[in-house]
C-alpha cells in the first residue's frame, strides 16, 4: 500500500516538473506573477546551460528538486513560524505592513529585491524568525579535526560534533530577552549580538547556515534579501 502511494507521489511530482519545464521551453510562464517576461528564473537559466554542461531533462529535474527541499520548504516553514508570531502580536504585524506599504511604488503589486534593502523592519522580523525558530535545530554532523577545549570540555580529535543552533540563538548570554520575539534588536542596537556580530564570519551568536567554507549554500539567497 505504501509503495503504491509512493509511486502515486512521485508520478505526481514528475508530472509537475515536467510542465514546469515545458511552460519555459515555450516561453509559457503562465504562472509568473512578475509582468516583465524578460526577466529569466532558476529554471531559464538551466535550461539556457543545458548543452554548455550536458544537463540531461532528469538533471534539470534533480537540481529543481534540491532547490525546492533545500530552499523553498525550509524557507516556507521559517515564514510560517515568523507570521505565527506576527500573530501574536498586532503592533509588530501593523508595524511591517506600513512599512511594506510605504516601501512600494504606487501600482506595483510584486515586492522586489530592490525594494526589499529599503524594508529595515522586514529584514529584521525575518532575521529575528530564523534567531528563534532554525528550519534546522542541528547543523549537520562535523568532525574534530583536532583536540580542543570548548568550556571546560575537552574534545578529542575525531569526535563527531552537533551544533545545536536552536540552543545558541536563545543562549541569555549573547542576546538579551533571549526567548522574546524582539525584531527591533537588530535595527536599534539594543543587543550586542546582534549589533556587532558579523553573521558571515567568526562570530558564532548566530548559525542558521553554519558557518565557514562548507556553510549552507542558501546563505548567499538570504543576504541578498535580509
Not at 575537552?154 to 524582539?182: C, K
Amino acid at each position: 500500500m505504501m509503495c503504491l502511494k509512493a509511486e502515486r507521489l512521485k508520478k505526481r511530482w514528475d508530472e509537475l516538473l515536467e510542465e514546469l519545464i515545458n511552460d519555459h521551453e515555450n516561453d509559457d510562464h503562465s504562472c509568473n506573477l512578475i509582468s516583465d517576461q524578460n526577466d529569466e528564473d532558476f529554471v531559464d537559466i538551466l535550461l539556457s546551460v543545458r548543452q554548455e554542461y550536458g544537463f540531461t531533462r532528469e538533471h534539470v529535474k534533480a537540481i529543481l528538486q534540491d532547490v525546492f527541499f533545500g530552499g523553498i520548504d525550509t524557507s516556507a516553514l521559517i515564514l510560517e513560524f515568523t507570521i505565527a508570531e506576527l500573530m501574536q502580536r498586532p503592533r509588530m504585524l501593523k508595524k511591517l505592513q506600513d512599512e511594506v506599504r510605504a516601501c512600494i511604488p504606487k501600482g506595483q503589486k510584486i515586492v522586489s529585491e530592490v525594494d526589499i534593502n529599503n524594508m529595515a523592519y522586514l529584514r529584521a522580523v525575518i532575521k529575528e524568525g530564523i534567531r528563534l525558530h532554525p528550519v534546522a535545530p542541528v547543523l549537520a554532523p562535523h568532525i574534530s579535526m583536532d583536540d580542543c577545549n570548548i568550556d571546560g570540555y575537552m574534545i578529542p580529535s575525531g569526535t563527531r560534533v552537533l551544533v545545536n543552533v536552536w540552543a545558541i540563538g536563545r543562549d541569555p548570554r549573547f542576546w538579551e530577552d533571549a526567548e522574546e520575539f524582539v525584531p527591533e534588536r537588530f535595527i536599534d542596537s539594543m543587543s550586542s549580538a546582534a549589533e556587532n556580530v558579523n553573521f558571515r564570519e567568526n562570530d558564532y551568536q548566530y548559525l542558521p547556515f553554519g558557518s565557514g567554507r562548507r556553510m549552507c549554500p542558501w546563505d548567499e539567497v538570504w543576504h541578498r534579501c535580509c
